[in-house]
């Protein structure tokens, strides 16, 4: 969370899969990993690890989340021709 705070979103990803990979279970990193995929335009990444985080515990602030993913892939579908 410090590296994509810090803006260095190659660190940022290449920890968050690290910690994935080494406990599955850590929510923490399955939502780090959707936010950086929501700032990188990666809206069917976002919105699949955060379905992922809410199978480890649910959450108003996932549900929140995953409704503004939800509505920019919506804003941008309804842009496309």
């Known amino acids: 969370?410090?590296?994509?705070?810090?803006?260095?979103?190659?660190a940022a990803r290449t920890a968050f899969a690290e910690a994935i990979e080494a406990d599955p279970t850590l929510q923490?990193?399955?939502?780090?990993?959707?936010?950086?995929?929501?700032?990188?335009k990666d809206l069917?990444?976002?919105l699949t690890d955060l379905?992922?985080?809410?199978?480890?515990?649910?959450?108003?602030d996932l549900r929140?989340?995953?409704?503004?993913v939800l509505s920019?892939?919506?804003d941008l579908a309804r842009r496309s021709p």
Not at 28 to 40: I, P, Q, T
Not at 64 to 68: C, D, L, V
């Open 51 to 60: 379905d992922r985080a809410m199978e480890l515990g649910d959450s108003t």
């Open 64 to 68: 929140s989340n995953r409704a503004t």
């Open 1 to 10: 969370q410090l590296a994509a705070a810090n803006g260095d979103t190659d």
């Open 44 to 46: 069917a990444g976002a």
């Open 28 to 40: 923490a990193a399955w939502v780090g990993r959707a936010s950086l995929a929501f700032d990188e």
């Open 72 to 74: 920019a892939a919506w």
